[in-house]
């Protein structure tokens, strides 16, 4: 079969003119609007209801736009955002510490190792302030100091403490005030909610987005769904590595679907490892458990001195422990940034140093910070940390160290879009995680949910306008249009497909051995050699995968092997797309590190010459290489330098 | 027909009509589960007053048949002449029945509504984690009091049920009947029954009506225990001490 | 240590269907294994014996999102306290133990399949008036609003509330009542709540009665609850309620 090869594709960030501060406010004046009474004309379709998806079909709906929304959740509450703990930030100043939209800024250029928009990043730090008075006003219960102001807490990367939290489950607060204005568009009529369906199509017509085909997880009907746009905000892909702290559900179907028909994947390789997870138990471990990067700021991480020390750790005295962040970031100590310490504590582990029955972690002991503060102070700070740490383990950490390995945990790259948070193809919108925008090649912590909620409050509901207006007076495409039936026909086709193999592995089993294959040798560092080892192992899984893999069941109930089925199918190709991306990128930043690239002492080595570009990569059609475009970064008011934390 | 989920999304309508009545405010909040449960506690508490009183009025047995049959005779009398005989009697008996009839008819409807909302049960044997046996009990403590206060209105206000009924003469008729071993057993089960239904109820009611307050909160379950405990101790004496000849 | 259970689990082909138990043998379950990961390695056999896998809602698997939960032996979330099903680990179990498993039961939660319900009349309670009218851009600054700490903390012990349902689970009146508490008293607390008070309470307990049951106050609810939310927050919702009906509303600006 011969595929033409799509025409390249010619980038447009679409940045405004003018200073960096005032870019945001001219556009906004400068965009088309919709006058209110024509408001009702639009239909616009929300796949994924976490904070991105969820705020912004609230906002649309409540704006008078006709709004669908879809999750495959059973509910929209349930989205992954809700697992985040730490917080949110803003640049409110409360503290008066010297905080303002200029510091957020270049602490989140900085924090992503110069690998994003200026102009991006400076927006989301200018409407952050405007997303916390906002979640106040739903009633959000952020933290409070006792005169009834809100509180703040400091996190990692900055020196100012911006961040909003409420306990440890801000994301679920904040969620849920989303959720919350949801609910209420849904029972005034302005937002159609579709939970437990699940897109796998997007239809494009003339090179625009108009639509969607979903099945519907309970009675396998599969549906066609027209609208004036299309927004995706269906998340990262994290779960491509199988063992990640995301969501079991959480998966790249729907944004891989639009790459697909032609809609850009940008940066792939920029995965985030989080230090701070409970290490995997053993072969049944079916997700892993982030615990608040906070724990570092009073336990103190260490590996015994010789390998093959197998005494409990209360029994290895301090002289025979290696505290190796301390030994070899005296400055910053437990405390380097995610990525720093991730490849450490990787390092220790891989020279056997691990701890553990399975030699798979590290230890982040309390034992000093007990002994100092007392067992009152650490419970509470870390009480419930505490407690689901034992939960899982079934060890009192009070008593014996915790054992700790990073773990996957936020993909920043995603679906490429230009500042109006629209992809290439028109008509198409992606927000939050699911887009590759604001966080270069590495979030800052408390940052993810800035962005889900800016983008879903504030930018699209200015931008989307910008798009609709021009399409006035007319109606979406007809569902029973050509290119709506060859859709479905090609979703019919994939799920009968898998169903019909019927061949002797589980879906589990292809997932896990594309997860460690992508874990050993596309994880925390690279090199040339494992990523084409990977993209070989992944080509011939997946090979294996359409041939023998086992889906039991029909299509008309729910099937839950067979939704598993489908968004693996989908990893796989991604999973080739990451290793690629990550093999043509011959630097080290952020969350992406080739061993190849490296400072003499063993740091990220950026190369701004030749890499400072964003990589968003064109589909060519199934089995073809991809054609790579590139999105040159250009700094104007941050000048990229080297971090250094020693 | 309503139309399929998958083509019009899901949203949960309400399914009455909110306010329907103008100006029948009370029927409105009886027809709510939430309300039907404030009058299951309201018109608990005339009851529960009720019980008390009626309690400390038997004690009279103690001092003997002139003291408490002229108790019976003044509770006749109750302002009279301005009521007529047994006029103030029939004033409670009338508050009573109220809230008597209150009481059962918001029992039954919650209890089909409920039936309704949970129609299946668990196949593993159900491990109630804190739920009280008073608590789990109520419908049947519930209706074996009602029955035995008809039981206990033949055989002491009217004397159908009563062997050897003389009227306006308590004394004989307490004494008559408690002398006899399975109407001796009737009574002390019907008031141990009674005392479960009011331990939980006095509790319940409580929170029935939203009078929570981490203050005082744990007082209200000693409170229950308390007043179904002397009302339990209190009722019982009678037949126990006219058995055991205490009272004769 | 690996533990070797008889399952006995609830399977029901879909939501019509008649349901049945069916008996399972999970040998070799490693006890730091979590209860939906002993599912997992149960439904990878059953893929591998050719019969189709046990179907159990789950997504998080940290206790937050609210989508696990089945009763365990009678009750909802198994035996631990404050634990969801996806935090429950084999420890707590023994080696020839025979397990129950159940999904919820309540005419409001049909079974979709297997373990799996639908919940989605618990989104019909939010959206009868669990939020706050804040049309996005119309806030004022955020500390503009002072909530009393205290206020601010009892809001959010309420607000913490993940959704999954086992309140209604445990209760045998299968009443939704610690749920809808608990979201009504989050916004009741608060000052950004009180314009819509009363409206909120009648309006959400309304459309809660018209699927759920009523409470008759076992307070299994509240020991079934992975997250420990308290009664109280019935009583709170009750006197708001009950308020709620005899105010003159007129006077609040709301109507009703």
Redesign the interface.
Known sequence: MTVETPPQVDLNAQIPEGPLSDKWQNHRFKMKLVAPQNRRRFEVIIVGTGLAGASAAATLGEMGYNVKAFCFQDSPRRAHSIAAQGGINAAKNYKNDGDSVERLFYDTIKGGDYRSREANVYRLAEVSTQIIDQCVAQGVPFAREYGGLLDNRSFGGAQVARTFYARGQTGQQLLLGAYQALAKQIDAGTVQMYPRHEMLELVVKDGRAVGIVTRNLVTGEIDRHSAHAVVLATGGYGNVFYLSTNAKGSNVTAAWRAHRQGALFANPCYTQIHPTCIPVSGDYQSKLTLMSESLRNDGRIWVPKSPDDTRPPDQIPDEERDYYLERRYPAFANLVPRDVASRAAKRMVDDGYGVGELKNGVYLDFGDAISRLGRDVIEARYGNLFEMYEKITGEDPYKVPMRIYPAVHYTMGGLWVDYNLMSNIPGLFVTGEANFSDHGANRLGASALMQGLADGYFVLPATLPNYLADMLGTTPESVDDPAFAAAEEEVRERVNKLLSINGTRSVDWFHRKLGKTLWDYCGMSRTAESLTQAMKEVESLQEQFWSDVRVLGDNESLNQSLEKAGRVADFFELGALMCRDALHREESCGGHFREEHKTPDGEALRDDDNFAYVAAWQFAGAGNEPCLVKEDLNFEHVKPSQRSYK | MQPSKSERGVRIPLLRKPGAIPGMWALEFYRSNVGKKAVMAISGIPLLLYVFVHMLGNLKLYQGAEEINAYAEWLRFIAYPGLPEGGAVWALRVVLIVSFALHIHAAVSLTIANRKARPQGYQSKREYAVASYAARTMRWSGVIVGVFVVYHILHFTTGHAHQDFIEHDVYHNMVTAFSSYPVSAVYIVANLLLGLHIYHGAWSLFQSLGWNNRRFNPWRRSFATAFAAIIVIGNISFPIAVLTGIVD | MALNLTL?VWRQ???EATGR?ETYEATD??E???F???L??VN?RL??D????I?F???????????CGV?I???PHGPLER?TTC?L?M?HFTSGDTI?I?PW????FPV??DL?V???????????G??????????????S?????SA??T??DA??C??CGACVA??????AQLFTAAKVS??NL?P??QPERWSRV??M???M????????????C???CPKGIS??F?????????KA??KDRRRQGQS?
């Open positions: 006995r082909a879909r939501p138990f379950i490693s730091d294994s979590s939906l990961e002993m997992d390695v990878e893929s591998d050719g019969e189709e896998p179907a809602d789950h997504d998080c698997r940290e206790g937050i999102c609210g989508s009763v032996n009678g009750r634990t935090q680990h420890r129950t159940e039961r309540a005419s409001a979709l399949r799996v639908d919940r989605s009349t618990l989104d019909g309670i939010v959206q009868a669990g939020y706050v009218t804040a049309p996005t851009g119309a806030a004022r600054d955020a500390n609003i002072l909530v009393p700490k601010s903390d809001a959010m607000a913490e993940i959704g445990a209760c045998p009146n299968g009443a989050h916004l608060l950004q709540g009648s309006d307990v309304d459309r009665e018209d699927y759920f049951g009523s409470c008759t106050n076992y307070t299994e509240e020991a079934a009664v109280d019935i009583a709170m919702m009750n006197k708001d309620y009950l009906r005899f009703g």
